[in-house]
């Protein structure tokens, strides 16, 4: 089975600053997809960005990125310029690819991490 | 606003008791998905349904149940609640089912056993 591990329960940056947030996981397959979402305090869980495991280059969306090291098995999303609106509980999510699988269709989320922006 | 939409916002109820939640895919969608949120337990996936049949299965208690309807719509039935149910429960949907595909997450019920 998968899992997904976010070692940082809460983290802080000052606002127009950068921060990363790290995100490990663990599989045997080698074709999967991989997505940071982000809930904030209205609880609706809201996609980030995406990432595909056969792709070499990093995604991108406008102020935030990934660093995807697929050897190491880590998924790190990088804000930059934090606004005080990216103040969130950020997760980290995988899912498999293989389509014979009976959890094809799953997300599996770690934690999460509390991010906190200040002024 | 993702398009999906979940019924009620809030449930209070009794220990003992069975509950139906309801969840309406955006406009398109053929795919449902369920989420339990709990404080213990974190994010987990329910089970998923594709244009009226059972597509993956999750860490789903037998005394939970879903089905999705001939209109798309899905609905989640939690029966003998116990204390421990209390959660946010979330619906999403995607355009199809496949794994590439982003699932698109409602505001989520949530669900307080008394």
């Known amino acids: 089975a998968q899992t997904v591990t976010q070692s940082q329960p809460e983290m802080s940056v000052q606002e127009a600053e950068t921060v990363t947030l790290s995100c490990t996981y663990d599989t045997s397959e080698s074709d999967y997809y991989l997505f940071w979402y982000k809930q904030p305090p209205s609880r609706q869980m809201i996609l980030v960005i995406r990432q595909e495991a056969y792709k070499q280059q990093n995604a991108t969306e406008n102020r935030f990125s990934v660093n995807f090291q697929k050897a190491a098995k880590s998924f790190s999303l990088k804000i930059s310029d934090s606004q005080l609106g990216d103040a969130a509980m950020y997760f980290c999510a995988y899912r498999s690819a293989n389509a014979g699988g009976t959890s094809y269709g799953k997300l599996t989320f770690g934690q999460g991490t509390i991010l906190t922006v200040h002024p | 606003d993702s398009g999906v939409t979940q019924t009620p916002k809030h449930l209070i109820t009794a220990t003992g008791q069975r509950v139906t939640l309801r969840c309406s895919p955006r406009s398109g969608d053929l795919s449902v998905y369920w989420y339990q949120q709990s404080l213990d337990q974190g994010l987990q996936f329910l089970i998923q349904?594709?244009?009226?049949?059972?597509?993956a299965k999750g860490n789903i208690l037998e005394r939970f149940s879903a089905q999705q309807f001939p209109d798309l719509h899905s609905e989640l039935n939690l029966s003998s609640l116990e204390l421990g149910d209390s959660a946010l429960y979330f619906c999403?949907?995607?355009?199809?089912?496949?794994?590439?595909?982003?699932?698109?997450f409602g505001p989520g019920t949530r669900l307080l056993v008394l």
């Open positions: 999403a949907s995607s355009v199809g089912g496949n794994s590439q595909e982003t699932q698109y």
């Open positions: 349904y594709y244009n009226g049949e059972e597509r």
